[in-house]
């Protein structure tokens, strides 16, 4: 169910991605991330790309690490040369779908375009920066690195 009260309808959509990382599926988007049934097709699938294309960017060299160790593709790793991939999977997808919907939140306040709008988007407790912090944590978890980093100058 929507913000509005409107059932969302959920979109059975694959996102390819570079044969390395996994496929995005839209669906599994929605309904984890509890979006409402007013954002479109179009733009749920062009914010998944973009937070995609970013997050594969950051990865970069932890991909590269993997593939010269042998790894073919995240979700086929072999156990004995990565440990875990089932849970670097589900952390690649949660960096993904975290930054996407930090790019989302400030247009749903634009799309109900109501008074309220404005002190909607201050005040809400999913705010973006929120859920960009859940991505960075899960790229900063598959890059192998902590919260923080402290570093002597």
Known sequence: MSFSGKPTTLVELAIE???FWPKLDVAEFQKGY?????YLVELLTAELTTAMTEVNSDLAK???RWQSAGVITLESADPTVLR???FHVA???RAVYCRAKASLLPQFVSI?????AENLGKELPDR?????AFSQQA????QGRGRMTAALL
């Open 17 to 19: 991605n570079d044969g």
């Open 34 to 38: 509890r979006l409402p049934a007013e």
């Open 62 to 64: 932890c991909k590269a």
């Open 84 to 86: 875990e991939s089932t």
């Open 91 to 93: 952390t690649y997808k």
């Open 112 to 116: 109900i375009r109501r008074d309220s």
């Open 128 to 132: 973006p920066e929120t859920f960009l």
């Open 139 to 142: 790229v900063r978890s598959l």
